[in-house]
């Protein structure tokens, strides 16, 4: 009798609080060791975008920041804090739509999100935001080098991040940043059991996997990595652009 | 030294051809048995919506279609079958976008996706499409009523779905089913490690769980259901209607 396929979703340690030039490779193989958890080939890392962010020193001191017109106001109609309203202007690309109080913008990598992804939250200092890495697949690709070297094997790592979406309640968890792994898994010209050709089946797998992680992560646990061992992940280079809906498809921009 | 927090998705066996009437909880257990796969207390069992729609007798047979005005016009620009468009107005509350050769409306349950989820793939028979289930909620219900009487404990079922999703490429599987969990997570109220109330963190842990789930399926193994282990889920009656967003707070209606 075959076992049941299975994958396992795994939950490092706890880490210290990350501030800007700590070593976060090494932090991450301590938090491994600090739950005995050996990473192994087939592994897949997955890094919460926060700790990348405050490695990278990706934060703003609000008390930096004179807030613009637009910022003030926006502030003002809806009891937000105009420096901050003042980054997310700043880290965004293009404005999609402003709302409830919420702005959807695009980053300048592409993504599109509420709040340019500035974010207040878990992060050390009052006066503190956290903005997404600079170049997020740069981010995923140090850690890769770093632990890959460390380990003698290749180790794939995606970066996440929680994201709202149109139409459904409540934030996911997608990929930011990704490192040796395909995204996507591309099914259009297979056909299904029945010689249906698929014609729609491309599967963003990326955020699929950091979904998965997220379930272990938690919100206030202070489990910021998490690895997903047994999935059979396809290598490649990989990057986050792949999992960018081309704007010329895209029916809602 | 405390082990690594874990969550295991597993995989039960393969499926029949699934066929209107049929019994899925028995062969959902059979399945089950296949791999020596014993269901224990605390699981969560993610099922395909196509099984479930197709034991309900979900299907119409496009013979029986005649397409409107409508649907023939948009079959014949993008070169679709002009029964099978009919079908997916008929699904539709109401039409969203028509674009690039997909409509994305929403269906009676509120949910908005392409082409209201009327599917070709994996249906036997070439002139039959797949609907959702009419009642998503009490088809995850039935399913869940079933399995915890015949295993003696209490078994949360979600019906899954791949969608499609703004600004990102690729699909990926949420929730279009509920019974037995809570399928969100509300944060709102909680403070952060540092003292920071989080005020945007509701996390849609069904779609997640759907998500993880669907890495274990695959789109051409034949295996349409999927348990997820360890996972410390809510109890609740719970539905997938909670996923759905107020259009009043929906910046994309």
Chains 1, 2 share one sequence.
């Not at 070297?149 to 709202?164: E, K, M, N």
């Not at 206030?220 to 990057?239: H, I, K, M, Q």
């Amino acid at each position: 009798m075959p076992a049941a396929p299975e994958i396992r979703i795994l939950a490092l340690g706890r880490f210290p609080e990350v501030t800007p030039g700590m070593d976060l490779p090494a932090l991450i193989l301590a938090a491994a060791t600090d739950v005995d958890l050996t990473l192994a080939p087939g592994d897949i890392l997955i890094v919460t975008q926060k700790i990348v962010s405050k490695a990278e020193g990706a934060l703003v001191d609000l008390r930096t920041v004179t807030p613009s017109d637009l910022a003030q106001r926006w502030a003002t109609a809806w009891g937000k804090d105009p420096r901050q309203i003042e980054v997310v202007l700043r880290e965004s690309k293009r404005i999609v739509r402003m709302g409830n109080g919420v702005i959807i913008s695009e980053t300048h990598h592409g993504f599109v999100c509420a709040n340019a992804a500035v974010d207040a939250s878990n992060v050390a200092g009052h006066d503190l935001v956290s903005l997404l890495p600079r170049d997020s697949d740069a981010s995923a690709q140090q850690i890769r080098a770093a632990l890959s070297a460390a380990l003698g094997f290749d180790l794939p790592v995606i970066i996440s991040d929680s994201f709202g979406r149109p139409w459904r309640f409540g934030i996911v968890n997608v990929a930011v940043g990704v490192a040796g792994l395909a995204p996507i898994i591309d099914y259009r010209g297979q056909t299904d059991p029945h010689g249906y050709l698929l014609n729609a089946s491309v599967l963003a797998i990326a955020d699929e996997l950091t979904s998965a992680a997220e379930l272990i992560m938690g919100k206030l646990d202070g489990r910021p990595v998490a690895v997903v061992r047994g999935y059979p992940y396809t290598p490649a280079e990989g990057s986050v652009s792949e999992l960018i809906l081309d704007p010329a498809r895209d029916l809602f921009r």
